[in-house]
DNA sequence: TTGAAAGCGCTACCAG
DNA sequence: CTGGTAGCGCTTTCAA
């Protein structure tokens, strides 16, 4: 393992001890002072050498030790493998960060890419984190939440497109996008509905569901759809504008506002009146979507706030024996511009 | 000790103590098996009892513990508090963590938002990482290097605009996305030049060092240049594009391509010629930019791959001794379109 | 082949 | 007011 001696690796990390020893106190000492232990009082020049004797060694007391000792840690873990990083989630994930800080909690993200499923919650649990929220289709099972709460986890919330056997699931339902722009094209009198499906990894499982709810949608209508794999360049979408004709659709919607926006562009370069000839929808309500002409439609998706999931997670940490519950995290609206 | 039902599951957590006793060995046996320890030998049966009892359990190792015991961790902070959001550094981000996870670190995004400069390298060095990768510009100083070495970090390596004493220091200077801006409308004879800045919280370092680089390279070029607050919505938008005939600019550098794509469209709106009478120009080469007409110009910015930065990283925990060396991380090259 | 025990750094109880 | 000390869960040497 370690090929060099102690006394080269290691150039003696102070411990409390050592600021003891330098402060010519008991290490107990230390600990009071520098957690300013209420319980116990310290006359005030113990506690200015305790405090000189740590700055003086650049002491940093050890979290691990301390939260071994303690039992517990105040860790929540986001293991965020395969979320979305469009603007609107960016700020979603920001925002519980930041409410989560404030609530005293330690936020880490442990990106456990390449683990899959129980290997991945095994993964978490060593970490013992008091809570866990796992963002986006990341594998957890109903085994796997119990792999963590048997490790001390307190709260698992999972937020997903489906709900999680054990975990307080906050379902982020992408069906009910591709639904919504779906009705959405219907009721403007479409009947033949193109769905583009983004080619890139780590899309999958929310474009998967987008489509189905697509595909729920129009045949609750007695429309059709029909999956449209696109990659997101320019090349792919010219290829497929360029046997559109063929494809005998008087509709898309295209997974969200960056695909719509590259595929609407290369319709217009092969002369396709939009939206008299193909009406295009895209999803997540981008602000660059207001700028192209005709304007996008869009399904607009109302997220809850990160503060609100912050206090769910405080909430379950506090009562762990809480039943666990599902309710549904995403508002959903079509937003009628020019292009539909 | 009997099975626990469920809701009582949070009253013990399996130790390896656990274990042992289940399968009737010491704690050393259930080690050694489950670490696989080469340099002993344990009968079959053994290790099939050890495993059992683990599963059955449902056990799962500590990591503080094991850190403590070890004196030292796998772990490489990445504390990126205020980075750009945008696809580029989002895949540059996620091919990091692949490959620090291929050379078996544990990789761990700590936001210490809230904290500043010392009190957040603090935080950091609590957690004891082997390597620290400070992203952006988090505040570190040479002191936080300092703290971060004296508690046992091996690595210490900054991507920011400007290196940091100390540490490895990658420099992504954002002055020269700016000069390279305001180089390409000047050689197009623009003379008067608009830089917008962004309004938005999270920028303001990265948009002052691309302002300070636009402005050096005006100055060398006998041009001037005029900061435009800009905030990112369409009503902002409009509002600096009602004014514009009055700032007398004929060109304009919008930091990047999200905000050069919104003012175009405002812009445009006015009737204002592009870039007949204003050339535009933006950076970060967004796919996007490239379906508006006209074709926005944009400044491209070559990233190392995050593969590069994974092997330096590693390298520089072997060889901690090693000097810190300062090099550049991004190339930078205007790409000319239509709008300038 | 397995077990006993030391000790990583820290905090909290109990004595003085 | 301050110090001694046990022990959190784990690995690893040494002994059996």
């Not at 319980?39 to 071994?68: C, D, F």
């Not at 390449?114 to 008091?130: C, I, S």
């Not at 719509?260 to 193909?278: F, K, N, S, V, Y």
């Amino acid at each position: 393992m370690s090929q060099t001696p102690k006394q080269f690796a290691e150039r003696s990390v102070p411990t409390s001890a050592d600021v003891a020893r330098l402060a010519g106190v008991s290490r107990a000492t230390v600990s009071y002072v520098l957690n300013n232990t209420a319980s116990v009082r310290i006359s005030e020049p113990t506690r200015r050498r305790v405090r000189e004797a740590a700055e003086e060694l650049g002491y940093v007391p050890h979290a691990a030790a301390r939260s071994l000792r303690a039992g517990h840690t105040r860790m929540v873990l986001l293991p965020a493998t395969a979320f979305p990083h469009g603007p609107q989630f960016h700020r979603f994930f920001h925002e519980l960060q930041w409410a989560l800080r404030r609530l005293d909690y330690t936020v880490v993200q442990y990106g456990s890419l390449g683990l899959d499923g129980d290997d991945a919650a095994r993964a978490w649990a060593e970490l013992r984190p008091v809570a866990v929220v796992s963002l986006g289709d990341v594998g957890l099972t109903a085994h796997g939440v119990d792999i963590l709460k048997r490790s001390g986890a307190k709260a698992v919330i999972s937020l997903a497109p489906r709900p999680v056997e054990g975990a307080h699931s906050l379902v982020m339902d992408q069906r009910g996008v591709g639904g919504c722009a779906v009705t959405h094209l219907v009721q403007r009198g479409k009947r033949s509905i193109g769905v583009v499906m983004p080619r890139e990894p780590g899309l999958e499982h929310f474009a998967e569901s987008r489509f189905e709810g697509a595909a729920g949608a129009a045949t609750a209508a007695g429309a059709r759809v029909e999956p449209l794999p696109l990659s997101y360049d320019e090349e792919s979408a010219a290829g497929l504008a360029h046997r559109w004709r063929d494809l005998g659709l008087d509709a898309v919607y295209a997974y969200n506002d960056d695909y719509a926006m590259l595929l609407m562009r290369a319709l217009q370069d092969e002369d396709i009146d939009i939206p008299g000839r193909t009406a295009v929808i895209g999803a997540e309500d981008l602000l660059l979507g207001r700028l192209l002409r005709p304007r996008l439609s869009t399904v607009h998706i109302d997220l809850v706030t990160g503060r609100f999931l912050a206090e769910l997670v405080d909430q379950a940490v506090r009562d762990p024996d809480d039943r666990p519950r599902t309710r549904d995290l995403m508002g959903v609206r079509a937003v009628h511009r020019e292009s539909s």
